[in-house]
């Protein structure tokens, strides 16, 4: 139960109550803390742990030299906690940024029972109080209202801080206990930094060295570790940061999605030990996307639910404004800040413009025009050059409230409770907007998937307005849209992506009635296969369109029940976290396991729509030279994968044998069904431009005609086959593509967002 008061909250938020089912509690003790005897502020992390249920105070509350008054009123009896049990205090009144918040947590062993959060006010020397505003848990174990905290000095002799912690209310006798400063942070983390050797990564930067900054910022040479450790984390890294060999790794620079995330599940299963707030950043120079991919951020990797985040140092990010007064200051600082904001994903941080959408830990207004590394310098008003001019290199208040205070459950990903008890159902800032349609689709005439497939559905949001409309190039990227899925009689469930993007600032035109569309993998994602098992499904859609929030009519599916033995039997290996992020990211050269149980599914179900997936996940990695991550099984604790002498290795292409997976299945019509036509056509041009390079230009004309003529069949837009069409005259010899097509072919190659569909 998360019970929230609305009494003495933050004036920034707007809270209610809700119920909310949670998972495993998050344990920091894996991580030592680093202590000094004189700690030189007050806030940080204390600890309280007893052997036996601890005694009702008698009177009103403590007093500094640790005596109590006695209360001859009586008093309804006091909540008996359990044995052996341990209570965390969070006191936040100085230090960096301090939110004037004092939070707890009671654990019973290894269990959560209960979190506190209160917001302060000072009472007297080293003497703080104020309302119990948030409670979440076993809420009846703990009803008090309000909390009273007392810091004694005692370090005189290298001893630690003691508080003591006062709750009171509920007409209740109060209760203290005195707790013991463990650190002057509030969660432990460990951070290691590589970068391949063509990348040029930015891990620290000096805040004074472009002139376009605040005027009170102090100058000084800042980190990344210490951006986080002024948000309250105790950062620690083993200091091996350095460059990663890619001598092995063939002529092929840029990355893949696979390739990326292969490397990070290299890297956590080489590293398991690891404590369970760990974060791999990896640098390296240009993703196959292009220069519009600044960064990726990877969640829940491996068994323990590690994270990872690559940074591309060629991307956009290198390129300075013309004319900039600084431009090498500006291309490292906006390397720096790209990293801490990938960085800032791994704590669960929202951008600052989408805090209202999704299931925040609290009820959140959007923050749009916030200086924060979790907002976007460009979608400022006055762009980036606004944005830095007033940027202090922080989070802000609400961000840091989150990480400092929040019950660590909440870095969990996908409860969507509430949905179940208001849908779509907005305040008036959020009602439909007229101007723009957002509709939820599947390319097939009837809604229904088969047991297996993965369900691939399709966004299209339309400009329904009469006139132009400037709108986001990647403006229903998975990232960027919040999508339900409710299953008849089960809760509500919000699908989280594998991995979300950072994309360079790019619009596009809209003119009245055209629209712009993109594929949405919603069968599986961070929460697992949420859209798996017989039954029905309505997903709904939201998307925010300049500042507003468009939303779609729920999208009904069925999926069928299995036809046979066989498909029941391959189910249990296929539904499982490394089949779903294989499928996701179209291969994997390290996850042999999925790899298998693709393989197997193409046996025993060759004429399925699942056949099609795995056949076409199979070849992907095939089809290109592909890098994969060497460990050497040395270190055993957590390090760089400089450290460890690691390297990029290369796998050689293959493209006769991915060929050979998808030859038969890929440029049909139940191809373009199953993959939806936006992946369906991603997945043809990949395997004709590998058929190109290979030097068979006539068998990569054939299969792009192949799409061609597919497409065309199912009325895409014109302007799509025109673009399909141009790419045949590319492969073909000049004198057999000559008056092929009247039509210019002025239109550009396929970008990988928002293509159009049909």
């Known amino acids: 139960m998360t019970d929230v008061k609305g009494e003495g909250l933050p004036l920034q938020h707007v809270f209610t109550s809700n119920e909310i089912e949670y998972g495993e509690p998050e344990e920091f003790s894996e991580l030592d803390f680093i202590q000094i005897p004189f700690p030189r502020s007050l806030s940080g992390l204390y600890s309280w742990s007893f052997l036996h249920p601890p005694m009702p105070v008698p009177g009103a509350g403590p007093n500094l030299d640790g005596t109590h008054e006695v209360s001859a009123e009586p008093q309804a009896a006091v909540p008996v906690f359990p044995l052996f049990g341990r209570e965390e205090l969070r006191l936040d009144v100085d230090g960096p940024y301090p939110q004037m918040t004092a939070s707890g947590t009671s654990y019973s062993r290894f269990t959560e029972l209960h979190h506190w959060i209160a917001s ?72 290691e930094f590589d970068a391949t050797a063509d990348a040029n ?23 990344l570790d210490t951006v986080y450790r002024r948000a309250g984390f105790a950062v620690t890294n083993s200091g091996g940061n350095g460059q990663v060999p890619l001598s092995g790794a063939g002529a092929n620079g840029v990355w893949s999605d696979a390739e990326m995330h292969d490397a990070m599940q290299t890297f956590w299963s080489r590293f398991t030990n690891a404590p369970r707030w760990s974060l791999w950043v990896l640098s390296a120079a240009l993703h196959d996307q292009g220069t519009s991919l600044g960064g990726i951020m990877f969640d829940d990797i491996g068994p323990n639910h590690r994270q990872g985040t690559a940074i591309f140092t060629e991307s956009f990010i290198q390129n300075a404004p013309p004319g900039d007064a600084a431009p090498n200051a500006w291309i490292r600082r906006m390397k720096f800040w790209t990293a801490a904001h990938e960085m800032g994903h791994a704590f669960n941080l929202a951008h600052s413009w989408q805090k209202s959408l999704g299931t925040p830990w609290l009820p959140l207004a959007d923050e749009p025009e916030a200086r924060s590394f979790m907002n976007y310098p460009f979608s400022v008003s006055g762009g980036q050059s606004a944005f830095f001019a007033d940027f202090g290199f922080r989070f802000s208040d609400a961000e840091l409230l989150f990480m400092r205070h929040a019950p660590a459950r909440f870095v969990q990903m996908g409860n969507a409770d509430w949905f179940d008890h208001h849908g779509f159902e907005s305040p008036d800032s959020l009602e439909r ?103 029905v499904y309505d997903i709904s859609v939201a998307a925010e369109v300049d500042g507003e929030i468009v939303f779609s009519d729920p999208f009904r599916l069925r999926i069928a029940p299995p036809r046979s033995w066989d498909e029941e039997a391959v189910a249990g290996d296929f539904f499982t976290e490394d ?33 099609i997936h795995a056949a076409a996940a199979l070849a992907q990695p095939l089809v290109r030279d592909y890098k994969t991550l060497s460990i050497p099984d040395t270190e055993t604790e957590m390090t760089s994968v400089a450290a460890a002498n690691g390297s990029f290795k290369k796998r050689h292409a293959k493209v006769d044998e991915a060929l050979s997976l998808v030859e038969a299945t890929m440029t049909g019509q139940e191809a373009a069904e199953t993959l939806g036509h936006i992946e369906f056509r991603r997945n043809v041009e990949t395997f004709s431009e590998a058929l190109d390079r290979a030097g068979a230009e006539d068998s990569a004309a054939s299969m792009q005609t192949s799409l061609h003529d597919v497409l065309s069949d199912r009325g895409v837009l014109e302007s799509v086959l025109n673009e399909v069409a141009d790419k045949i005259e590319d492969y073909e010899p000049s004198d057999r593509s000559a008056g092929r097509k009247s039509r210019s072919s002025a239109s550009s190659s396929p970008q990988r967002k928002n293509k159009p569909s049909t």
């Open 433 to 535: 907007r007229p101007e723009f349609r957002l509709e939820v689709r599947a390319n097939r005439e009837k809604p229904v998937f088969e047991f297996l497939e993965p369900v691939t559905l399709e966004l299209k949001l339309t400009n329904a307005s009469a006139e132009p409309k400037i709108v986001r190039a990647n403006i229903l990227s998975p990232q960027a849209i919040l999508a339900i899925i409710k299953r008849d009689g089960k809760p509500a469930r919000q699908w989280q992506p594998y991995a979300q993007y950072c994309t360079e600032p790019a619009a596009q035109v809209l003119h009245s009635g055209e629209a712009v569309y993109e594929s949405l993998p919603i069968y599986a994602g961070l929460n697992g296969w949420d859209v798996s098992e017989p039954g």
């Open 120 to 191: 302060l006010v000072k009472t007297g020397n080293n003497r703080w109080g104020g309302p119990i505003w948030y409670r979440d848990g076993n809420t009846t174990a703990f009803p008090y209202t309000r909390v009273d905290i007392a810091v004694v000095r005692v370090g005189i002799l290298g001893q630690p801080n003691k508080a003591t912690v006062t709750f009171s209310g509920a007409g209740i006798t109060p209760l203290a206990r005195t707790h013991t400063w463990k650190a002057s942070t509030y969660r432990p983390v460990e951070f």
């Open 201 to 223: 990564p930015v891990v620290s930067i000096n805040t004074h060295d472009h002139p376009n900054r605040p005027v009170a910022l102090p100058g000084e040479s800042l980190s």
């Open 579 to 611: 089949v779903g992020r294989t499928l996701a990211f179209t291969g994997t050269a390290v996850l042999e396991t999925a790899n298998d149980t693709l393989r197997e599914t193409m046996e025993r179900l060759p004429s399925s729509r699942a056949a």
